[in-house]
């Protein structure tokens, strides 16, 4: 059900914030994405620990100078607009001749499998766009749908069947699960080695440890810090913000910015003064699922914004009946921020493009393919 926040960002949640840069709010932000020129092409970072190894993008040493470059033509204070979707098209594109190139040279195609369990709406337009994706970039995709009422042990025989079967590079299983199943054992049941969610426990804690690296990156986290890369925004010595933890997006984001050398805050709800700690970073990560809880009163000028919430909010001229909006007040933010990521079409599509980058990555690794 979508919640019933208005679409100015004047949640009760927030009533209590500090009030708006109003001088900077009062002029309306005008987008002219035509002159906002595409991120250039860059080989996708595989290692988490490469990340800031990698060549920068052109011409842009950081988020104000692409900013910068974003407002040429523009007086007013308008933010870059970090387009997602176009990335996420740019990654799937290498991805299919990466693959092309494997199939020709080993002859194998990567596979990844997908268990789903329940009749989510959400989940399955989500594991549909999976397969779907799989097809145009050349992943052969296996699907096992199972009833909301399956037991455990049903999951787990179709993971260890996966498991065995050295056509699948890549295993996952779409969560939310229903609540009767526990997710640990689950998650923990996928091989380490075809684990292309990155979820199980020891591949976190090889995301946490110095001088290690996990075999796959989580897919949403990835996809954030490919944005920041390929809009050229400089991340080692900087000041970065996550506003929540959730084992998914949270937690790991604030680990692959610790890995690219910012130094970290982590925002949660029993953070006292979070709009204060979030006013200090250059790069904001907000993971939290609250609609709008990050207003124009939160950010730093100029600062990198990159937003992973996806919440549904009442919209009865929208054919859905809801719309999708952020964790973060667009309007506003998008007034003060450097760049912003919108919703729809900021951080939603890269984790798809994400999970194909990580599943190449597997069948790579398993059959030596360079
Ligand atoms: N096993 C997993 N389960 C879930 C994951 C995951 O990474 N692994 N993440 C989410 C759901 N998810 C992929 O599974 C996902 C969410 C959102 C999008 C997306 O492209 N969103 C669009 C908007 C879509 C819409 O209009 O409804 C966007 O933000 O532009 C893709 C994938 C939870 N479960």
Partial sequence: ???????????????????????????????????????????????????????????????????????????????????????????????????????????????????????RKDSQTYVRNKKKACEAVGIKSYEVNLPEDSSEDEVLKHIATFNSDPSVHGILVQLPLPHHMNDENILNAVSIEKDVDGFHPLNIGRLAMQGRDPFFVPCTPKGCMEL???????????????????????????????????????????????????????????????????????????????????????????????RLVGDVCYEEASKIAGLITPVPGGVGPMTIAMLLSNTLESAKRIHKFK
């Fill in 228 to 322: 920041l890369h390929r809009y050229g925004v400089e991340i080692k010595g900087k000041r970065a913000v996550v506003i929540g933890r959730s084992n998914i997006v949270g937690m790991p984001a604030a680990l692959l910015l610790q890995k690219a050398n910012a130094t970290v805050s982590i925002v949660h709800s029993n953070t006292k003064k979070p709009e204060e700690i979030t006013r200090q970073a250059d790069i904001v990560i907000a993971a939290v699922g609250v609609a709008n809880l990050v207003r124009g009163s939160w950010i730093k000028p100029g600062a990198a914004i990159i937003d992973v919430g996806i919440n549904p909010v009442d919209d009865p001229e929208s054919p859905r009946g809801y």
């Fill in 1 to 119: 059900m979508a919640s019933s926040i208005l679409s100015d960002c004047s949640s009760s949640a927030t009533s209590r914030l500090l009030p708006l840069r109003r001088a900077l709010l009062a002029q309306p932000c005008r987008f002219l994405p035509t002159t906002v020129p595409a991120p250039p092409r860059r080989p996708l970072a595989i290692a988490a620990a490469q990340l800031p190894l990698l060549p920068r993008a052109r011409g842009m040493a950081s988020a104000s100078a692409a900013a910068a470059a974003a407002s040429s033509t523009d007086s007013d204070a308008c933010a870059k607009i970090i387009d997602g979707k176009l990335v996420a098209k740019q990654i799937r594109e290498e991805i299919a001749v990466e693959i092309a190139k494997m199939k020709d040279v080993i002859g194998v195609v990567p596979g990844l499998a997908v268990i789903l369990v329940g009749s």
